[in-house]
T-cell receptor
Framework: EAQVTQNPRYLITVTGKKLTVTCSQN?????MSWYRQDPGLGLRQIYY???????DKGDVPEGYKVSRKEKRNFPLILESPSPNQTSLYFC?????????????FGPGTRLTVL | GQQVMQIPQYQHVQEGEDFTTYCNSS?????IQWYKQRPGGHPVFLIQ?????EVKKQKRLTFQFGEAKKNSSLHITATQTTDVGTYFC???????????????FGKGTHLIIQP
């Protein structure tokens, strides 16, 4: 089944404790991205990747890191999480390198930083 | 910041009434996409419009892309409880110098249906 998977689905952590949210897609998509969703603010892009080893900042990259060592994986790293990073996070992938195609979203990761 | 504006933020309707959400950009869009997110779920792609003035239908849903490619709308006829959710538009904004932005989402319209 074609899908985007994220882990973990739920995470409660404390300020400053490094964490990684994994994202994997099995559709051989070129483009992958991370979004955060907050009430009243909609979906805001954090980082995106057009291809392996190519990543770039989205609208809200501060406090986040990403890597794209393999085509299928695009982990999101929070080196020192803070409470303002409490949010619902979605990974997405799409076929072409421009990100203008249909986006396939993962199920989401709900992160709480205490 | 987000430059694709979407209104209204919330819309309450009685079941069976129609619903419309509007999306506007200050710059020309190369395309517009629409997504639906059910409560507790993730956004799911509905449709993409590319041509100026394009109109597409999916059963009770009608999607329009403006002639200037700066606005779009989603209209649902005779809403049902299964239509509950948040509807997002997303577009690629073009610049006069020839560049393009990444896919930018509107803030979404929450559709609440009262039986």
């Amino acid at each position: 089944e074609a899908q985007v998977t994220q882990n973990p689905r739920y995470l409660i952590t404390v300020t400053g404790k490094k964490l990684t949210v994994t994202c994997s897609q099995n559709m051989n998509h070129e483009y992958m991205s991370w979004y955060r969703q907050d009430p009243g603010l909609g979906l805001r892009q954090i980082y995106y990747s057009m291809n392996v080893e190519v990543t770039d900042k989205g609208d809200v990259p501060e406090g986040y890191k990403v890597s794209r060592k393999e085509k299928r994986n695009f982990p999101l790293i929070l080196e020192s999480p803070s409470p303002n990073q409490t949010s619902l996070y979605f990974c997405a992938s799409s076929y072409g390198t421009s990100g203008s195609d249909e986006q396939f979203f993962g199920p989401g990761t709900r992160l709480t930083v205490l | 910041g987000q430059q694709v504006m979407q209104i209204p933020q919330y819309q309450h309707v009685q079941e069976g009434e129609d619903f419309t959400t509007y999306c506007n950009s200050s710059t020309t869009l190369s395309n517009i996409q629409w997504y639906k997110q059910r409560p507790g779920g993730h956004p799911v792609f509905l449709i993409q419009l590319v041509k100026s003035g394009e109109v597409k239908k999916q059963k009770r849903l009608t999607f329009q892309f403006g002639e200037a490619k700066k606005n779009s709308s989603l209209h649902i006829t005779a809403t049902q409880t299964t239509d509950v959710g948040t509807y997002f538009c997303a577009g690629i904004r073009l610049y006069s110098g020839g560049g393009a932005d990444g896919l930018t989402f509107g803030k979404g319209t929450h559709l609440i249906i009262q039986p």
